[in-house]
C-alpha cells in the first residue's frame, strides 16, 4: 500500500512539475505577445498619423469655414473605422 501511495505521489509530482514548465511557457509567450501588441499599437497610431497628417492640412489650408463640420465628422468616421479595423467601413467612406 505505501509502495502505491508513493507511486502515486510521485506521478503526481512529475505531472506538478510538467505544468509547471508548460505555465512557464505560456507566461513567457505571453509577455512575448504583449510586447508585439505594444508595438503594433505604436505603429497603428504613427500610420493613421500620417495618413490624416495631409488631409488635415489640407482641411486648415484650404477649406472654407462651413465644410469643417461635415469635414471634422469624416475625419471622426475614419478614425473610428481605423481603430476598428475596418476595412470594409473605410472603403464606404
Known amino acids: ?15 506538478l512539475y510538467e505544468q509547471q514548465q508548460v505555465n512557464s ?4 509567450r505571453k509577455e512575448q505577445l504583449e510586447g508585439e501588441n505594444q508595438e503594433l499599437i ?3 497610431e504613427s500610420l493613421q498619423s500620417k495618413v490624416l497628417e ?16 461635415l469635414i471634422n465628422t469624416k475625419i471622426i468616421e475614419i478614425t473610428l473605422a481605423c481603430n476598428r479595423g475596418s476595412v470594409a467601413m473605410l472603403k464606404e467612406l
Not at 509502495?3 to 512529475?14: F, I, Q, V, Y
Not at 511557457?25 to 513567457?28: A, H, K, S, V
Open 42 to 44: 505604436v505603429k497603428k
Open 25 to 28: 511557457n505560456l507566461e513567457t
Open 54 to 69: 495631409p488631409f488635415h492640412m489640407i482641411v486648415y489650408t484650404y477649406v472654407s469655414t462651413p465644410y469643417l463640420q
Open 1 to 15: 500500500m505505501i509502495a502505491g501511495l508513493r507511486s502515486d505521489k510521485d506521478a503526481l509530482e512529475t505531472a
